[in-house]
């Protein structure tokens, strides 16, 4: 089993920054991919950002792309997300998963991940 607890969550008003980041511990393997995730009430958790495994690729939805950087740690148990010039709009929950055996055609597919964490609000007020 791999476990995910997200922090950094919190209030914040537009334009401003928060950091999360998400603690693997458990059976955790280096190969896994690890990516963002966001949802708001009545809407299907929707894909933010990608960080793969050898942290050497990215991937960001256009809604977040030049104001959010993911980033893993060298252990690649932590991931982070960099959360820059924030607008109300990115007001959710936001979660980290886990999986493996991605493709560019199922990596931001929610249903694809292994494991999820319990998810941190985030509230930008405007």
């Known amino acids: 089993q791999v476990q995910l607890v997200e922090s950094g969550g919190g209030l914040v008003q537009a334009g401003g920054s928060l950091r999360l980041s998400c603690a693997a511990s458990?059976?955790?393997?280096?190969?896994?991919?690890m990516a963002w995730f966001r949802q708001t009430p009545g809407k299907e958790r929707e894909f933010v950002a990608l960080?793969?495994?050898?942290?050497?690729?990215?991937d960001y939805a256009d809604s977040v792309l030049g104001r959010f950087t993911g980033s893993r740690d060298n252990a690649k148990t932590t991931v982070y997300l960099q959360m820059n010039s924030l607008k109300p709009e990115d007001t959710a929950v936001y979660y980290c998963?886990?999986?493996?055996?991605?493709?560019?055609?199922?990596?931001?597919?929610?249903?694809?991940?292994?494991?999820w964490g319990q998810g941190t609000q985030v509230t930008v007020s405007s």
């Open positions: 998963a886990a999986g493996s055996g991605l493709t560019i055609a199922t990596m931001r597919d929610h249903h694809e991940y292994d494991y």
């Open positions: 458990g059976r955790i393997r280096s190969m896994y991919n």
């Open positions: 960080i793969s495994w050898s942290s050497t690729n990215t």
